[in-house]
C-alpha cells in the first residue's frame, strides 16, 4: 500500500532537484509517497496523487537515510585502559608497536565466538539506527589470522541479514596490522592475503569490497598493490586507508588500482591528489579519529579545488574513534575540517552511498537520495531544518528512521 509522507522541508539529496541557494534539492511542503521498499513519487505536497494516505510530520526535515562509508564496527572487548594511556601523553604508534591497539582488539576478536561478535555488532548498529542511520560499511580486519578474518566475515554477513538495522555493506580489511603469530613472515602474510584469501572472500560472496591500511607502521605500497591485484581479479572493489599519519604513495596507489575511495587522507602530496581526482576516486574523511588523534585536518580545500568528492565516516572503532555516531563525525568535519554544512550532509548520503556502489554491480537500489525507484530510507528529524542536523551534538535527534520501508527506530513520544 502506497503513503505519503510530507514534511516542511523534504531535503532530497537528489542532484537534478538542486539549484544556486538550494544545493540539497530541498522542497519546501514537500512529501514522498513510499511504495514496499521504494519511493514512488516525490513532490510538493498539494500535488501528492489523490487516494494515497498522508502521515503529516508537520514542521520539520525530512532527510534521506545517513549513509556511514567507513567503520569498523565489528569487534569485541574493550581499549579503556589504552585510551587512559594515550589521553595521558602516550603515543598511538608506540602503543600499537608494544601489542595494543589494533592488534589486542585482534585477541579478543580470535576469543570470541562468532555470535558474540554478531550481538556487538547488531548492538552497535542498532544504535547507529537511533542516529539517523539507514546504511553502514563495515570492515573485517580484527581477526587478522585467516581463520579468524573469515569468522568476522561471517559475523558481519550474519549482522547483515536483519532487516531491522541498516543495510551493510561488508568489506575485506585484507592488511590492516600483522597478527603477532606471523612475525617472521610478513611477505607470507601478504601473499596469503592476496593468493588465497582475496579469492574465498569473493567466491562466498562475503564483501563487496578489499581494503589495506597504507601507512608507514602499517603496510607498503607494493603489498597493498598484490591484494588490490588480487581484488580486481575476481571482480572485488578497492578502498584504501590512507596517509593517516604519513605519507608513503597510498593515494597514488588508489588512484593506479581505480579505488572506489582513499580514506582518512590526513597526509598526501598535491600530485597525490591530482591523480585522485583524475580516477574518480573519492575522499572518505574521519574526522572523529583525527579529533582523538589530535591531528591537523586533511587538506579539504585543495581535495575540493581538484574535483575529489568529499564523503564523511565516523570510523566507528574501539581505539581511535570511539563513537558510533555519524553525525557527530559531521559536527567535527564543519567545526574543524572547514566542510560547509550542505556540504556536510551529501557527504553522508547521495556522495557517500554513491562511494559504495562497486562499478561491477547493477540492480541495486539508490540509496542517500530521495527519488523515484530508490530505497524508501528516510529519517524524519526532531529538527525544524536540515542544517540543525549539524548542531546538537552527542544526542539523538531523530523522531523516525525507515529503512526500505521499515521502521527501524522510532522515538517514543512524550506530551
Ligand atoms: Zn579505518
Redesign the pocket.
Known amino acids: 500500500m502506497k503513503v505519503a509522507h510530507a514534511a516542511r522541508r523534504l531535503v532530497t539529496c537528489d542532484a537534478a532537484r538542486a539549484a544556486a541557494g538550494n544545493s540539497l534539492g530541498t522542497i519546501e511542503d514537500g512529501a514522498i509517497v513510499v511504495d514496499g521498499d521504494r519511493v514512488d513519487w516525490v513532490g510538493s505536497r498539494s500535488d501528492i496523487p489523490p487516494g494515497i494516505p498522508i502521515v503529516d510530520h508537520g514542521d520539520v526535515a525530512l532527510t534521506p537515510g545517513l549513509v556511514d562509508a ?3 564496527a565489528c569487534w569485541a572487548g574493550s581499549r579503556h585502559a589504552e585510551y587512559a594511556l594515550r589521553m595521558a601523553g602516550g603515543d598511538y604508534e608506540a602503543i600499537a608497536r608494544a601489542g595494543g591497539g589494533i592488534v589486542s582488539t585482534h585477541r579478543a576478536v580470535v576469543a570470541a565466538t562468532r555470535d558474540h561478535l554478531v550481538g556487538g555488532l547488531s548492538s552497535r548498529l542498532a544504535r547507529m539506527a537511533t542516529l539517523g542511520v539507514t546504511t553502514v560499511e563495515v ?1 573485517s ?1 580484527y581477526g587478522l589470522e585467516p581463520d579468524a578474518e573469515r569468522k568476522q566475515l561471517e559475523a558481519i554477513n550474519e549482522a547483515a541479514r536483519d532487516m531491522t538495522l541498516p543495510h551493510v555493506v561488508p568489506t575485506y ?1 585484507a592488511l590492516h596490522a600483522l597478527p603477532p603469530a606471523a612475525r617472521g613472515e610478513r611477505d607470507r602474510y601478504v601473499r596469503r592475503a592476496a593468493d588465497e584469501l582475496v579469492p574465498q572472500v569473493a567466491e562466498a560472496g562475503w564483501a563487496r569490497f578489499v ?1 589495506a ?1 597504507v601507512d608507514r607502521d602499517a603496510f607498503q605500497v607494493a603489498e597493498a598493490r598484490l591484494v588490490f591485484d588480487a581484488a580486481r581479479r575476481v571482480g572485488l572493489g578497492v578502498r584504501v ?1 590512507v596517509g ?1 599519519f604519513a605519507d608513503i604513495g597510498g593515494a597514488e596507489l588508489a588512484a593506479e588500482v581505480g579505488a572506489s575511495t582513499v ?2 587522507v590526513e597526509h598526501v602530496s598535491a600530485d597525490g591528489v591530482a591523480r585522485l581526482a583524475a580516477a574518480g576516486t573519492r575522499a572518505v574523511l ?1 574526522p572523529t ?1 583525527s579529533f582523538t588523534l589530535a591531528q591537523a585536518p586533511p587538506p579539504v580545500r585543495a581535495l575540493r579545488e581538484a574535483g575529489v568528492e568529499i564523503v564523511i565516516a565516523s ?1 566507528a ?1 574501539p581505539g ?2 570511539p563513537t558510533e555516531s555519524l553525525p557527530l563525525a559531521l559536527c567535527f568535519a564543519v567545526r574543524s575540517y572547514g566542510v560547509g554544512p550542505e556540504e556536510a550532509i551529501l557527504a553522508a548520503t547521495r556522495v557517500a552511498a554513491a562511494c559504495l556502489r562497486h562499478p561491477g554491480m547493477s540492480g541495486e537500489l539508490e540509496r542517500g537520495v530521495l527519488q523515484t525507484g530508490a530505497a524508501a530510507d528516510f529519517v524524519v528529524w526532531d529538527l525544524p531544518h536540515e542544517l540543525a542536523i549539524l548542531q546538537p551534538w552527542g544526542v539523538s535527534r531523530t523522531r523516525l528512521v525507515v529503512r526500505e520501508g521499515l521502521v527501524i527506530h522510532e522515538a517514543k513520544k512524550r506530551g
Open positions: 567507513h567503520t569498523h570492515k580486519g580489511l581494503d591500511y586507508h593517516q580514506d582518512h574521519l579519529a570510523d572503532n581511535t574513534a
